[in-house]
């Protein structure tokens, strides 16, 4: 399994902690501090490893499904205003892959990066969080579809890779959020959702929704 490029430049600092650790360890007196150190580089070098992993995905092929952006554990499934659009939301721990994924085909129209504040990935309130949205228009359908990347508690970085007349083909990998965080899709109309609350999602594998038209 590779690691996605951020995930590098963490280890690398984790593991020079660690060496400096085995240089305090040279001195009697600074042993156990550096002993300290050696294990804490280490432990945070694997644990970085582990969440900035990025599997190998095969992209989907099925162009009437609308696939997940992000592995995790949806939260909820409702229209959040006026119109008939469905926003489905999913909380990802920092136990998940934390890289984002298109959820169809199609043409990125708009890009916006909106601050905001840093509240737990998994409330009802991170709905306010610092975020990036994407517009998409998709190959083929009707409608346009929002997808959002949201910081958390912990999570203070988002990286998006694309922006406005960028094409993204269903499950390109499309972004990262360092750490906990939360992903949202808002469907067009003419579409059904085909999971429910609580439901675990993979980004690029499970399909959240469908086109009806």
């Known amino acids: 399994m590779s690691i996605a490029r951020a995930g590098w430049a963490v280890i690398f600092r ?10 305090l360890c040279r001195y009697p007196g600074l042993r156990s501090g550096g002993q300290v150190v050696v294990v804490l580089g280490l432990v945070w070098a694997l644990f970085a490893a582990y969440f900035f992993r990025d599997p190998e995905r095969p992209l989907p092929q099925d162009l009437q499904k609308i ?6 554990r949806v939260l909820s499934i409702e229209a959040e205003g006026e119109g008939d659009e469905i926003t489905i939301r999913t909380f990802l721990s920092i136990f998940n892959v934390h890289l984002q994924r298109a959820p169809c085909a199609g043409t990125v129209t708009e890009a916006e990066y909106i601050k905001g504040s840093f509240r737990v990935a998994s409330a009802p309130a991170a709905r306010r969080n610092e975020r990036c949205i994407l517009s998409l228009t998709p190959d083929g359908h009707e409608g346009t579809l929002v997808i959002e990347q949201i910081a958390g508690l912990i999570a203070r970085r988002i990286e998006c890779w694309k922006g406005e007349g960028d094409h993204v083909a269903a499950g390109e990998r499309y972004g990262m959020i360092h750490f906990g965080s939360q992903v949202a899709v808002t469907l067009p109309p003419c579409t059904r959702v085909l999971v429910a609350v609580g439901d675990r999602v993979a980004a690029g594998l499970t399909p959240i929704a469908e086109w009806t038209s």
């Open 14 to 23: 984790c593991l020079v902690g660690a060496g400096m650790g085995l240089l």
């Open 67 to 72: 696939y997940s952006t992000g592995d995790g």
